[in-house]
């Protein structure tokens, strides 16, 4: 399984530590959610900060973009160094032409939909999707609790990209700590999504480390 630190939870006054930190514990991706104040409360950072974090660390970008008119952005995202380009699919009415689009900006597409959303939603899209983000709680904030109903959206998701595609990635957010971890990636979850549970850690590197090993076991 892929683990994807969100930086939402670091702490950006040693934000170069932090990196560092979990990309020598072997972390996959570095996770980047992107917040507009409309399409959710918080507001977070655009493509400046993450352009100014991309020379940091070598570590694939997985940008979650949780904004209203994601199409107007993707572009700008992807110039600062962007790698997988994920928006939600209640946040756009053209979600096939917006992942054919990301694609072929030499990029990943992703696309992420609320607790509310069906997986069935994806049906007529998943062909076009290089990843799946199941959001396990509402967006918006860190810190919250895990929602168990995805785990069975999990599974849902699992079926469907088996018949139609096999290539594309599942990646949960929201609430994964070390109780849900081995739960998440029971269900079928290639990727998770892991803030709070790292970093408020007092050693992120040694928790990251940890949160893997509970999958060996």
């Known amino acids: 399984m892929k683990f994807a630190p969100s930086l939402l939870s670091a702490d950006f006054a040693r934000i170069a530590e932090e990196i560092s930190a979990v990309e020598g514990a072997g972390a996959d991706y ?23 974090l991309r020379a940091l660390t070598p570590l694939p ?25 994920t928006f939600h699919l209640e946040a756009t009415p053209h979600a096939q032409r917006l992942l054919a689009h990301v694609r072929s900006l030499g990029v990943k597409a992703g696309i992420a939909i609320d607790p509310q959303t069906p997986v069935a939603a994806l049906a007529e899209v998943v062909e076009y999707c290089d990843l799946i983000l199941i959001m396990s709680v509402n967006p918006g904030f860190g810190g919250q609790s895990f929602l168990p109903r995805s785990l ?33 990636a029971a269900a079928g979850a290639d990727v998770a999504v892991m803030g709070s549970a790292i970093f408020d850690a007092a050693d992120p590197a040694a928790q990251l480390r940890t949160l893997r090993a509970l999958l060996a076991t």
């Open 30 to 52: 570095v996770h980047l959610d992107v917040m507009d104040g409309r399409f959710v409360p918080n507001i977070t950072w655009g493509p400046k900060i993450i352009g100014d």
């Open 61 to 85: 970008f997985d940008a979650h973009l949780m904004i209203v008119e994601p199409e107007r952005y993707v572009e700008a995202f992807v110039a600062v160094g962007v790698n997988i380009v």
């Open 152 to 184: 069975v959206k999990i599974r849902e998701a699992r079926a469907l990209v088996a018949e139609r595609n096999p290539q594309c990635e599942i990646e949960v957010d929201g609430g994964i700590n070390a109780q849900s971890l081995p739960l998440v």
